[in-house]
């Protein structure tokens, strides 16, 4: 009997040590559920277009960003703004400031913005993948950033009007030669005069014609004054429309200073250039061996020239004889916001901007999972267009180069009259020729046969008008 009781007493007990394993794993899973749907705690700062305010509310890229990988990851959040509106950074005693700080103090749990991955923060906070790729680059005003290059008159025409242009002249000049050979007003006696329009000289003619030089003698017959007149207009037409936009691309305000990079910058010193305090940007010349960004820090720091906002940059910027230094992505939201200001082509020390968490916390994981994935999906890429389009729709200080559409008019015109002209020339030699066969009983066609292999053969061609001018003296 003793040894029964004591089997059920085990007994009892293993199935309350059963029941009380399933209740605590039962409770723990209870509490992991109820953590999992705890608000998050978000910081953020104000900076357009991650984050604005529009009434109460908050939006940017940011915010459908995080509306985005909150609705993957599956968190509730509750977004405030960062009480001493910095980003983050630390100071001489190793304190940090900003959305850096909150979540260091645990009085955030995630900060969403444009921070810039950097190893000093890496150190004291988890970071999550890069959302964004950005680099450091210059932004300043156009009339001091392009300068006069060797070739800016060609600007006012496309190449492919430039090449327009070459086909018509070209095609000009053979067609004034064929005209002068075909036409018996312009060269009567093939057989003993030279003919005056040499194609060199039709092609010298035709551009004394366009740089409106007259060069002479001009043609006697009615062929070729068709073909040089219509050449005369579209002559005109074309000068009219080259120095209409040669001078309007032409601004007062334009400087010789060309800023095509940090090295140009570097080596003047007719503009005053900095970048924000305190910022990754400073960091980076800063810690830079680099010659040409040494030189840039030691300038910024002789002459203490720091912004303290990205807004007050882009302002000083806009007042010219300034070139503020910052993030690309940043500075292209400037240009297509201001028309007047241009980022320089140049991008240096390329980073990223992440989500910071707390160290070690486990939902860096699955937001950097979250993220990859937009980006697969080109949702990043999306958010991208929507944020930074454009308000700019066309630089009024500097038209567009004429198209070749435009002047298909004249081109048409020009045509026109090339073919009128050699139909002329043709007419006129058929009824000399019509003449000739009646004197000497022969076929029309016979002689004005004859007539065209006598006038297009080259020997007849090559003969230079100072032998025929000999002759008749």
């Excluded at 002249?169 to 009567?188: D, F, K, N, Q, V």
């Excluded at 093939?190 to 092609?203: H, I, V």
């Excluded at 081109?411 to 073919?419: D, K, P, Q, R, T």
């Amino acid at each position: 009997l003793t040894v029964l009781d004591t089997s059920q007493v085990k007994s009892k007990a293993r199935m309350l040590f059963a029941f009380l394993l399933l209740s605590s794993g039962f409770f723990l899973d209870l509490v992991v559920c109820t953590a999992a749907q705890t608000e998050l705690r978000i910081t953020t700062i104000k900076q357009e277009p991650y984050t604005m305010s529009r009434g109460s509310q908050l939006e940017g890229f940011c915010m459908d960003l995080l509306s985005e990988v909150a609705k993957k990851v599956g968190f509730k959040y509750k977004v405030k703004l960062v009480k001493d509106s910095s980003y983050g950074r630390q100071d001489d005693n190793g304190n940090w400031n900003g959305m850096i700080g909150e979540v260091l103090r645990g009085e955030a749990d995630l900060a969403i913005a444009p921070l810039t991955l950097t190893a000093a923060r890496e150190k004291v906070v988890g970071m999550t993948k890069p959302f964004m790729q950005t680099g450091i680059s210059i932004l300043l005003r156009k009339d001091i950033s392009e300068g006069a290059g060797f070739f800016d008159f060609l600007t006012p025409f496309t190449s492919e009007t430039w090449i327009g242009i070459l086909i018509a002249y070209m095609g000009t000049a053979a067609s004034i030669c064929i005209a002068s050979r075909l036409s018996p007003c312009e060269w009567s006696e093939a057989q003993s005069e030279g003919n005056r329009f040499s194609f060199l000289y039709s092609l010298w003619y035709t551009a004394g014609a366009l740089t409106l030089q007259g060069a002479g003698p001009h043609p006697k017959a009615l062929s070729g004054r068709v073909i040089c007149s219509s050449w005369w207009l579209f002559s005109v037409v074309l000068l009219a429309c080259y120095f209409s936009n040669l001078s309007s691309s032409k601004t007062p305000e334009s400087s010789q200073l060309t800023v095509k990079g940090f090295e140009d910058l570097a080596s003047q010193d007719t503009i005053q250039y900095s970048c924000l305090a305190g910022s990754s940007t400073l960091a980076f010349f800063k810690n830079s061996n680099n010659p040409v960004y040494r030189r840039i820090y030691e300038h910024m720091e002789r002459t203490q020239s720091f912004v303290s906002s990205m807004d007050e940059g882009v302002k000083r910027a806009k007042e010219g004889n300034f070139a503020f230094i910052g993030e690309s992505v940043s500075l292209d939201l400037a240009v297509a916001r201001h028309c007047e200001l241009v980022r320089v082509h140049e991008v240096i020390g390329m980073r990223g901007y992440s989500i910071a968490a707390p160290l070690g916390s486990p939902i860096i994981k699955n937001l950097s999972v979250a993220i990859l994935q937009l980006s697969e999906a080109g949702e990043l890429a999306y958010l991208r267009s929507k944020w930074w389009a454009s308000s700019c729709i066309a630089d009024k200080a500097k038209p567009a180069a004429v198209q070749p559409h435009r002047l298909k008019g004249m081109f048409l015109v020009l045509a026109l009259g090339l073919g009128l002209g050699t139909c002329v020339a043709f007419l006129e030699l058929t009824f000399k020729s019509r003449r000739k066969a009646a004197e000497q009983q022969k076929s029309c066609c016979t002689v004005l046969t004859e007539e065209l292999s006598l006038r297009l053969k080259t020997s007849s061609a090559n003969k230079p008008q100072e032998n025929a001018d000999k002759e008749k003296a």
